[in-house]
Nanobody
């Protein structure tokens, strides 16, 4: 009923920038918070950034001042602008969308498959 797809990952040198996109599609009535998580090799998945439906944002301490999360004009879209990238930012980045579906009851979490970000010289 709902699909979430990330794009925009790749290989970038330290100090570089990338912009990740997340698109949720399908039987969507309303999109609430949208989050970006990342998972580095051998580590647990961690929350990187969150944007609530009203626009309020939250960031992990490790990315504050370097990453910016935003929502698109189209319902169910979100972006993560990443600047001053460091090798420790390497990982698979996942989008999580909190969605109420048309005809559904309550809201549920939907995950994408992830996009790889590698920061290396």
């Amino acid at each position: 009923q709902v699909q979430v797809e990330e794009s925009g990952g790749g290989l970038v040198q330290p100090g570089g920038s990338l912009r990740l996109s997340c698109v949720a599609s399908g039987n969507i009535y309303r999109t609430h918070a949208m989050d970006w998580y990342r998972q580095a090799p051998g580590k647990q998945r961690e929350l990187v950034a969150r944007i609530r439906s009203g626009g309020a944002t939250e960031y992990a301490d490790s990315v504050k001042g370097r990453f910016t999360i935003s929502r698109g004009d189209v319902k169910g879209t979100a972006y993560l602008q990443m600047t001053s990238l460091k090798p420790e930012d390497t990982g698979v980045y996942f989008c999580n969308a909190d969605i109420t579906t048309i005809g559904g009851w309550g809201n549920h979490q939907y995950w994408g498959q992830g996009t790889q970000v590698t920061v290396s010289s």
